[in-house]
Structures are given as C-alpha cells and as structure tokens.
C-alpha cells in the first residue's frame, strides 16, 4: 500500500478517536457540574482541558455555555471536534478510493453533520443529546469500517491510529485524575467523590463494565487497576497497547518486509510493562511517572512507525 | 397514446418555445419524437409531488456520496455537487451509428497525425497543414520527436464535444486529447437515474455504459511497456485540489488501481517507482490526469511539484508507459481543428463521417478579411483558451469589444479563429416544477489501446441558465444522463 495512504488512514483514524474521546470527556464534565456541591466550574474546566493534553488556545473563560460550544464547534482551533471530524474526513477525502463507499457517506455525513445549523441548535437546546448524536456517527463509522472494508494493511493502519490515540488518552485522563484521587486518605468516600469517579469511568465508556468485574463499590485503587491492566476492557490501556502490538504485527505479517528491532522491542517493552506489572507495585512505586512511561513510549512507537513505513529515505529503500 | 396524458405534459410546459434550434424532444410542429414519447407519457402521469420526491432523492443521492468537483479560489465550501438534470437525453440507435463510426475515423487519423508529425512529418511535406502552424502551437512538445510510443497509440483516452445541429446532424466542436474528464459523471448519473426511473430505464432498452472502467484499464494494460506482463498500473493526480479529483478516484476505486500522487513517485535508473509500506514498488503504466506542463519539473516546468522528476527520461527508456503521450495537444489546438477533414482525408482517403463546424482561420488573408467585416455575426476564440474564456461572441458584443477584438487579430492572427454562431440543441430540463428546454453537448469517451472502443453514451453537459449557450460547468453547466436505444 501506498505510504501516503497508511499515512491518511492512521491520521482519519486518530482523528476520530480524538475527537470522540473529546466529546465524551466534554458530556462526563457537563454532567458533573450540574452538582453544585462538588468542585468549582473553573476546576472542572481546567481538569478537562489538563485530560485533553492541555490543547494552546483553550483555556477557562468564566463562561460554561460558551466554553463548551468553542471545544465543540470552533472551527479555528484545531483540537475542537469539529476540526478534528474535518481533520479526518480531509485525510478519507484525500484516499477517497481505499475506504469503502459505506465509510465515506458515514463520515461524510458526519461532517454535514457537525457543519449544519441545526446541531449547534441541538446543542444549546440538549447538550447530551447533541453529544450523543456525534458520538454515535462516529460508532457507526467505526462498526461499517469493520464490517465493509477489506481486512488487510489498511484497515490495521486504522487500528493502529486508534489504539494508539486511545491508549495515549487514557494515559493522559489518569495522569490528570492521578493526584486527586488516588491520593484520598482511607475513608468512606462522599457523594460527591462517588461522581467523580463514576465520572471517570464514565469517561472510557467503563462504569459497566466496571461493575461487572468488581461491583458498584468503588474504589480509586480498583479503577486504577481496571483502567490500566484489564485485559478484556477495550477503553483499558492494556487492551488498548494490545491492539496496537496487533495492528503492528499484522501490518508486517501482511508486508514484504522484516520490521526494524526497535520498533518491535518498543512496543514488547510497553506491552510488558502492562502485562508484567500488579497494580500494588504501580501503587507502591511513582504512578504518575508509570503513566507518563505510557504516553512515552506511545510517542515513540509512532516516530519509529513513520520512519518505517511513511517517511523512509530512498536509500534506504533501495538498498533492502 | 391517449389524449390525457398529452394534456397533462402540455401543463408541464413552463416557457418552452420552440424556435429553430433543434429540439431533441419534440418535433418543429410540436409533437413529441417517437424516442421521447415514452419518457413524455411517464412524466404525463406522474404527480408533481412525485417527481419533486424524485428529485430530491437523486440529489441527495449525489450529495452523500460525495459526488462533487473543486472550485476554485473560495475559502470554505469549495465543494460543489455538479448540478444534475433528472430527465435522461435519449439518442437513437442510427443517430448513435453514426457518432461511433464518425469518432472511430476521427480519432484515429488524428492518432495517425501525431504520429506522423513527431516522426517523419510527411504530412507537413506535402503541405497538407501549415509546418508553422504545428510549430508555433504552444502544446507542441519537441522532446518527443522521434520517441517511439507503445503500439503507436498517442491518444488512448478521448472526450470529444459534439454538438447537434439545427438540422439533427451531429457535429465535432472540440476535440479533448490531453485530459478529458466527467466520465465519473457519466457512470454516476446513470446509476442514480436507474434508480429514478427504474421502470422506465427498464422498457427503454438502453444499452449499457458501466463497463467503462473495465475497458479503460485493459486498454492502459494493453499498452504496458514490453516484457511486463503483470503492469502495475496507476492514476497519476494532481491531489485532492485537482476539481476532478473525485473523478480521478472514483476511476482508481473502479479499476482496483493505485492513485498516486507526483510525491508518491520517485525515479531511480530511470525506472519509475512508487513509496509503499513495504517499500518501493515498480510503477509500469501511467494513467496521467497531470498535464504535460506539470509532469515533470526536470523536462516541462521547473516550478511543478505536481509531477515526478525524471519521469520523462524512464518514459523515453520505454521503462514506464504514460498516457496519453505528452504533446497530444497539439491535435486538439483550435486552429488545428480546421484542418481535421483535411487530415482525415490525407491519411484514410475517406470523407469525414461527422463534420466539423465552419471555422474560419485569421491567418490567411482572405478568411480574415471576411471574419473583419463580419464580427458581429461570428464568435472569435483564442486558440489557447478553454472553459468559455477568451471569447467574442459577435451578436452580444459592443463595438467597443469588437474594434479591441480587431486589434487583437491584427496581432496575433494564429491567435485565434472564427465560427459562426450556433444553433446547437435543445432538450428538456425539469427546471422548478415545469419542463423547459436547454441548450446541451454530448462528450462521449473514446478508449484506445489495442482498437477503438466507445461506449454508448457519454456526458450531456446542459446549460441550466435561460438562453445560455456555456455548457461548462465552471460556468453554470449541468448535466443529464444520456441513454442510447437499442
């Protein structure tokens, strides 16, 4: 496959989990102001922007409404949802002939979507409403790409940017999450504690799930545990790097070629962190700086991966 | 035909007056041909609620599936969905006879003649067309002297414009040699109108045109360079600002081909080669949406990133087929347009099947004088210019046009050439909620690689605006399906 477009089909699928990812963190803060006696809008706030890795630009206005509507709609600041559904449409315009026709109309019509009036309506009128109607353009893309488009480098390529981003998001909510409550002393937790975790599960799509594997009884050291090392949980870090060692070696079983040692012991290295370690010893170590290793060694797996497959030199190339 | 529903369609009529244009409807009398009765008593019995409901589902039809093109120098909502009639233009079988075996002559004496002038030019020799007038043509391209094509063929992908008289007969106004688009509007409206009218589409009997991209990638096969059995082939693209870049991967999609882009190509001994996950892969054909100009920054213009250095040298080497071959334009240069009978008798010795329109040249005397004296009844084209610009259109002009128009050809003569204004065709176009006729052209597709193939139909490009005669789309330009009977 051409590296332009392994390179469009990564970037779609990103930019696609980054802005679900946005726009599910946006409704979980929304929902949790509306309890007054919790933490402060402007905590909220800045929580919120801290989890989506602090993008230039955003910051906390004093205003909740207009706020929300630029992270949702500004067409002028790259990490709103609407830029990153552009983002992405731009780059499935750009390989318009790799994806299947399903694809495209799904995410064509998101982008009409996002772009009409009646959305930004929605969205002053019913905020969750409107939140949900992206988010479930977005599934749907994601279930007619699983289901409509051939299995080969490509649709790993996609998987890749997915898992990647995810892992990474993940990496970065907990970082964020870390010091509030993971630090709580031993005690009856409060109501309104109870919703911020709540709010935090709800975040990876994961109170459910959740609850199946440990009950309603929540706890800041199980959550931890759920969110980093479950193995079945796909919005868990874990399942999330599994993915992405999956993608990796199925685009190199589906390829020609060999792939460089680095890149592979880079993510046998975080796929072992994850798999090799209790949550006790995250817990009795620095957990703030396991989490940050995440985010480093995702960072890294993605310029190893574009000095691989994307941006190769000649040379290089002529010389295999 | 009972007389209800030919009451009923005479309510559909909104302005339409018959005049002598010619109509493909209905006859000078105002009766309805006998191709076009069917579709008449359809539309006769159609609620208006229906038809609009039609209408509504064929557009947003096109609009999801993002069927649109580029415009130019706009900010936000570059993308348009290129306007579509719903009502099909129907030609009969012996008019289409007459089309194919016309274009099947036509191209392949123009083929003959690129070959010819950039090998021996013996038609140059025999002062059959003017040596200065090929080589003063800005598409000429002296880097292909002497190269040898595969097959010979220089022209394997033709859009030419026809047009139809007043009196019913077809004529060539232009004929598009270096990269002719809207084929994609061609395949698409046919499958949003077979599900328009699906009964209808049914009991015309209209033969089919979707094996287009099925023919185009044999004829790019059966021109790979030798040795090659199993071609890599590709569509060359300018990228995603080209305005027919959905065209160019709707045809990669169709194909099952690579679309690539200039960076996605790099030479190396001069063989071409392209950048994938697993490496360099061997580039063998090229399909070249890329003009000439931009093709090759070592060769044409330096300040092209469009296209792949050193592409050129692997195509002389016969390493990488590119079509069509460069400086087929040449061929197409307006003022070449009026020697085409003259070449088509030169090397088939046959009269020409479909004619061209009268074009008178401003070089020679005689003709140029008579164009002077009689401006306000032709139109003057620049031969360099395309898509509507560059025009005078004598009935419409000023004095004030006509005398800087003068000046111009006083000139420049070679510059530009005259042809009467035409009458050309009209035909019914669902305009609001009433039938009213619009000018409209036909582009069918001609394919040549190992024969002449074309498929049955082509592009019918409308003028939706009232009295228009600019049939392009970057001016207000439409199209229709175009259905030939059996």
Redesign the interface.
């Known amino acids: 496959m051409l590296s332009r477009v392994a390179d469009s089909l990564y970037w779609m699928s990103r930019y696609l989990e980054r802005g679900e990812n946005t726009v599910r963190q946006l409704d979980v803060a929304m929902s949790l102001m509306l309890d007054s006696g919790g933490a402060s809008a402007e905590t909220h706030w800045n929580r919120l922007f801290a989890a989506l890795g602090k993008p230039a630009g955003l910051e906390w206005n004093g205003d909740a409404a207009s706020n929300a509507q630029k992270l949702v709609f500004d067409k002028h600041h790259p990490a709103s949802v609407s830029c990153c559904i552009d983002a992405a449409r731009e780059n499935a315009r750009q390989i318009r002939e790799e994806i299947s026709t399903e694809q495209w109309q799904r995410l064509n019509r998101l982008y009409h979507q996002m772009h009409s009036p009646n959305t930004e309506n929605q969205f002053r009128s019913n905020v969750n409403d409107a939140l949900g109607s992206i988010i479930d353009a977005i599934h749907l893309f994601k279930g007619v790409s699983d289901t409509t488009m051939i299995h080969g480098q490509g649709w790993h390529f996609i998987r890749l940017g997915r898992y990647l981003e995810r892992a990474y998001a993940i990496a970065t909510l907990l970082e964020v999450y870390q010091p509030h409550l993971f630090h709580a002393p031993e005690r009856e937790i409060s109501g309104y504690q109870y919703l911020e975790l709540v709010g935090l599960l709800r975040c990876c799509t994961a109170f459910e799930a959740y609850c199946q594997v440990y009950t309603a009884d929540l706890s800041p050291d199980r959550i931890l545990e759920f969110l980093l090392l479950n193995r079945d949980f796909p919005h868990a870090i874990r399942y999330s790097v599994d993915g992405v060692r999956q993608a990796i070696q199925s685009i190199q079983h589906t390829g020609g070629r060999r792939p460089p040692d680095e890149l592979t012991a880079s993510i046998g290295r975080l796929h072992a962190m994850l798999s090799f370690t209790s949550i006790n010893e995250i817990l009795n170590g620095d957990a703030a700086a396991f989490l940050h290793k995440i985010r480093q060694q995702c960072m890294s797996i993605h310029d190893l991966m574009y000095r691989y497959y994307i941006q190769y030199s000649i040379q290089s190339a002529l010389t295999i | 035909m009972s007389s209800g529903p030919v009451a009923e369609l005479r309510e559909l009529y909104g302005d339409y007056r018959l005049d002598h244009a010619y109509d493909e409807m209905r006859e000078p009398s105002g009766e309805v041909r006998e191709a076009y009765r069917a579709l008449a008593d359809t539309l006769a019995r159609l609620p208006q609620e229906e038809l609009q409901r039609r209408k509504q589902s064929a557009e947003l039809a096109f609009?999801?599936?993002?069927i649109t093109f580029t415009v130019y120098g706009r900010d936000e909502g570059t993308e348009k969905i290129f306007p579509y009639d719903l009502l099909p233009r129907l030609i009969t079988s012996h008019d289409w006879e007459q089309v194919e075996r016309g274009l099947t002559q036509r191209i392949t004496a123009l083929n003959l003649f690129l070959r010819d002038v950039y090998s021996e030019a013996k038609i140059l020799n025999d002062q059959i067309v003017p040596r200065e007038l090929v080589y003063s043509c800005k598409h000429y391209r002296r880097q292909m002297r002497g190269l040898q094509v595969p097959r010979n063929v220089y022209i394997s992908v033709v859009g030419s414009d026809l047009l139809r008289l007043n009196n019913g007969e077809f004529v060539v106004l232009e004929d598009n040699l270096r990269v002719p688009s809207g084929v994609s509007y061609m395949l698409t409206n046919r499958r949003v109108m077979k599900r328009t009218f699906p009964q209808l589409f049914h009991s015309y009997g209209v033969r089919p045109i979707e094996h287009y991209p099925q023919l185009l990638l044999s004829t790019l096969r059966s021109l790979a360079p030798e040795g090659r059995p199993e071609p890599n082939i590709v569509l060359l693209t300018p990228?995603?600002f080209n305005s027919a870049y959905?065209e160019h991967?709707?045809l990669?999609?169709q194909m099952g081909i690579?679309?690539?882009?200039g960076?996605?190509l790099?030479t190396?001994d001069n063989i071409v080669y392209?950048?994938?996950?697993?490496?360099?892969k061997r580039v063998d054909v090229i399909y070249r949406r890329v003009d000439d100009d931009f093709s090759d920054p070592l060769i044409f213009r330096s300040d092209s990133i469009l296209g792949c250095s050193g592409l050129f040298n692997a195509y002389r080497a016969g390493n990488v087929t590119v079509t069509n071959a460069f400086g087929t334009g040449l061929a197409d240069d307006k003022a070449l347009y009026a020697y085409v009978p003259r070449i088509i008798r030169y090397y088939l010795d046959e009269d020409p099947i479909i004619n061209n329109v009268e074009t008178f040249l401003l070089n020679e005397d005689k003709e140029r004088q008579h164009v002077l004296a009689n401006l306000d009844k032709l139109v003057i084209k620049a031969v360099g210019e395309s898509g509507g610009y560059g025009m005078l259109i004598g009935p419409h002009s000023t004095a004030k046009q006509r005398e800087e128009f003068t000046a111009r050809i006083e000139a420049n003569p070679r510059n530009y050439i005259a042809q009467p204004t035409l009458d050309f065709s009209r035909a019914p176009c669902l305009i609001g909620d009433r039938l009213e006729p619009r000018h409209v052209d036909l582009r069918p597709y001609i394919l040549y690689g190992d024969k002449i193939n074309i498929v049955p139909g082509g592009l019918t490009r409308v003028a939706l605006e009232k009295g228009s005669l600019v049939v392009n789309s970057s001016q207000g330009g439409g199209s229709k399906d175009t259905w030939v009977l059996e």
Do not use: K
């Not at chain 2, 609009?63 to 993002?66: E, I, R, V």
């Not at chain 2, 690579?258 to 882009?261: I, Y």
């Not at chain 2, 392209?274 to 360099?280: A, E, H, S, V, Y």
């Open positions: 609009l999801t599936q993002g990228g995603v959905f991967t709707y990669a999609r690579d679309l690539v882009e960076r996605d790099v190396h392209m950048r994938t996950t697993d490496g360099l």
